[in-house]
């Protein structure tokens, strides 16, 4: 399990990561959504060692990153694909992890395997790789000494459409098996199909946390007339936002109170649903629209220039 406690960063005056507290569960899949700034990155270098906290804790298995006797062996981590050395190839990138971690040959060729990259592929120097090549070997890297937990900081980027099938269906293999995925992605449909856990932070503190259905079902719900009028008149006096839609309306409220509400006003509906359909990027601009950056360009990460 990867645990995050009332973890606090700060440098100087600017807090990048405020009391913020979540875990990642072995068996699921968990989404770290957030705005450029909002604390993922920075969140994401503590709970490996790279940045110390300035309070609280971070801990996979119980124990800091740092003291863990072996720790590729407990988590595999991917935070930037374009870190690695560029003047080695796929191949030696991936031997010089095997020996690091005591691992057979074996795992080499293994790895080149699960994550599709070539014999030809794995001789090239990783100068010449495109970003979804250097994406899947740092992939291999991560999986090499078969960790219990992932810690993937956007992990699809330059990958094509059958390439973010793959890293799903990997991480969904992962997960069943047992282990533990923390997924930092800006592709929010890619989160929503493969996250069973979403955790939002904005401004560096969490403001959303829980399962992907109790999230979504936040959402409202979806309802359809052709008097549209009517039922927003009829919700109105129920006490119930609404918001126009095309053809309908979207409702704070469950399915069951919208349904109950039309039939006492006569209002017959053409459909009725969870707004599940608006899915996961509605639900996130509205998590987070009080905590957006206020500058038009990325805030940068204070440990090393990189978006948070």
Do not use: C
């Not at 119980?62 to 930037?80: H, I, K, M, S, W």
């Not at 459409?161 to 890619?190: F, N, Q």
């Not at 129920?238 to 409220?253: E, H, N």
């Amino acid at each position: 399990m990867i645990t995050v406690e009332n973890l606090t960063r700060t440098y100087g005056g600017f807090r990048a990561v405020d009391d913020v507290s979540f875990t990642a569960r072995p068996g699921r899949v968990t989404g770290f959504l957030g705005p450029n700034g909002a604390g993922k990155s920075t969140t994401m270098r503590v709970l490996v060692g790279l940045t110390p906290a300035t309070s609280g804790s971070a801990t996979v298995a119980g124990r800091r990153f740092a003291d863990l006797p072996n720790p590729a062996r407990e988590v595999g981590v991917l935070l930037d694909a374009s870190a690695q050395h560029a003047g080695r190839t796929g191949r030696e990138i991936l031997t010089i992890a095997q020996h690091t971690l005591g691992l057979p040959a074996s795992r080499v060729d293994e790895m080149l395997e699960q994550v599709s990259l070539t014999p030809a592929e794995s001789r090239r120097r990783v100068r010449h790789y495109s970003l979804g090549m250097r994406q899947r070997l740092g992939i291999a890297v991560a999986l090499i000494g078969e960790p219990a937990a992932l810690i993937l900081d956007e992990p699809a980027n330059g990958l094509d459409p059958a390439g973010i099938r793959w890293m799903r269906d990997l991480l969904r293999t992962y997960a069943d098996r047992g282990g533990s995925v923390l997924l930092s992605s800006h592709l929010l449909h890619e989160i929503e199909v493969v996250a069973d856990d979403l955790v939002v932070i904005g401004n560096g503190r969490i403001v959303a946390s829980g399962t992907k259905a109790e999230l979504l079902a936040s959402a409202g719900t979806l309802v359809r007339t052709r008097d549209v009028p009517g039922l927003a008149r009829a919700l109105a006096e129920s006490a119930i936002d609404t918001t126009p839609l095309d053809g309908g309306l979207r409702a704070d409220a469950d399915a069951e109170l919208v349904g109950k509400v039309a039939h006492a006003a006569g209002v017959a509906l053409m459909e009725l649903r969870p707004a599940e359909g608006a899915g996961l990027e509605e639900m996130f601009l509205e998590l987070t629209a009080d905590t957006q950056r206020e500058s038009t360009t990325p805030t940068q990460d204070h440990t090393n220039g990189a978006a948070a």
